[in-house]
């Protein structure tokens, strides 16, 4: 699976069309992901799409999204997982373990600190 995160800065965009960076990574069952980074020149939603097309992705993870880019992606087989929230680690993390759906916040993911035993 090659998956697709819209980025504005190192979160996901809150827009598609002000997607000024992208995360490719390919997910495989068995193999670590491998991830690259990509700077796009400016934010365009169709150079965006030209991009999803020209490298085959499979799934795109975005903010919000104007529905004839939704309809066009979904005609082109792509999936959309969209109006998600959070910072691209933290998105990308639930992503991997399968509970990243529509619509969700994905908060940060806080440390466990040892509680203090009362003697």
């Not at 490719?24 to 990509?38: C, D, Y």
């Not at 700077?39 to 097309?53: N, R, T, V």
């Amino acid at each position: 699976m090659k998956i697709l995160l819209t980025l504005l800065e190192d979160y996901i965009a809150p827009r598609f069309d002000l997607t000024t960076k992208v995360i490719i990574t390919e997910a495989q069952q068995g193999v670590p992901p491998t991830s690259r980074t990509i700077l796009l020149p400016g934010p365009s939603s169709d150079e965006l799409c030209s991009l999803i097309l020209k490298e085959n992705i499979t799934l795109v993870v975005c903010g919000g999204i104007e529905e004839r880019h939704y309809q066009y992606l979904c005609w082109k087989k792509i999936e959309i997982i969209d109006r998600v929230i959070g910072s691209a680690d933290c998105v990308l993390h639930s992503l991997i373990n399968g509970d990243l759906q529509p619509g969700k916040v994905v908060r940060e993911i806080q440390p466990s600190t040892p509680s203090k035993e009362k003697s």
